[in-house]
């Protein structure tokens, strides 16, 4: 049988308290099953503003998505995890990944470091919570053990979440030409990375759930003017190869619903992720799909 579906939105927009407390709520109105944040300069602080998510909210996880491990000393981080976790009352989903831009390291006065530098300084962050929240230091979180989400795309990512991650994200994408920048991956790339994950995971007694960051949503019968924008990003693109990206969900409902059946189905995603943006686009969509599970 496969997972069931779950469904996040990451909250990209700073606001005031008043104003984020309903945004919140209105996700899990909405129906989402976590609520998220990223973990770049000039957007929210990830950890108050998760705790601010729990004080007004009741059902949803709440996750990083992801942390930029090189923002952080690990043994701090343990500590903002660990009363994070207690404060939302076991609530806390930690997504890790490098950190791909190299302008907020230099802003932040922290090192960029090479692309197996930040592996390797990742992996070093995953060894010592693991050591730290596992070893009855103070604080404690709420649970146990608190779920890892990794983000990665290269082998060595894939190997470092095949070793410890209780979810793997998959961006979807690659780095870019231009530094900072993000260029989408086909499905058959995908394809061949999930495949390259699974391979890894071979040993793994209980395989890790697979996420999925959607970049663009669009309930439409006219998604052209809507895709106008990536077009002109990623000028190698034509229309159709921009509707058939995996992180592309644009059509009619019916069709976009389609879509998402078909990522849990070829690729294994049943956790998917969309932009604070679409969270009311994607709403339909997530509501067809819960009814057909029920």
């Keep these: 049988m496969p997972r069931p579906f779950r469904f996040g939105v990451n909250l990209l927009t700073p606001a005031a308290a008043a104003e984020w407390r309903a945004k919140c709520r209105r996700a899990e109105e909405l129906g989402y099953d976590v609520i998220l944040v990223p973990d770049h300069l000039g957007m929210v602080a990830p950890f108050p503003a998760l705790v601010a998510a729990a004080e007004a909210t009741e059902r949803p996880r709440l996750g990083t998505f992801v942390l930029n491990a090189g923002f952080w000393n690990p043994t701090l ?19 890790l990944g490098t950190g791909y831009v190299r302008a907020e390291h230099e802003t932040a006065g922290l090192p960029y470091g090479s692309p197996r530098e930040r592996v390797d300084h990742l992996r070093r962050t995953v060894a010592e919570l693991d050591r730290l929240l596992g070893s009855g230091h103070q604080p404690r979180p709420a649970t146990p053990r608190v779920p890892l989400l990794i983000g990665a795309n290269g082998d060595r990512m894939l190997r470092l979440t095949a070793e410890h991650a209780d979810i793997a994200a998959f961006t979807g994408a690659r780095a870019g030409s231009a530094p900072g920048t993000l260029e989408p991956l086909t499905a058959e790339e995908l394809d061949e990375r999930v495949a390259r994950h699974r391979e890894l995971s071979a040993d793994r007694a209980e395989p890790a759930e697979l996420n999925l960051l959607i970049q663009l949503v669009a309930v439409t019968d006219d998604p052209e003017p809507v895709l106008k924008p990536l077009l002109e990003r990623q000028a190698q693109l034509t229309l159709d190869d921009a509707l058939a990206l995996p992180v592309v969900l644009a059509g009619p409902l019916e069709d976009v619903v389609a879509r998402v059946r078909a990522l849990r189905e070829r690729f294994g995603f049943s956790y998917l992720t969309v932009l604070e943006p679409c969270m009311e686009t994607f709403a339909p969509v997530l509501e067809r799909l819960r009814a057909e599970s029920t």
């Design 77 to 95: 981080l343990a500590r903002e995890v660990a009363t994070t976790d207690a404060l939302t009352g076991g609530r806390l989903e930690l997504g």
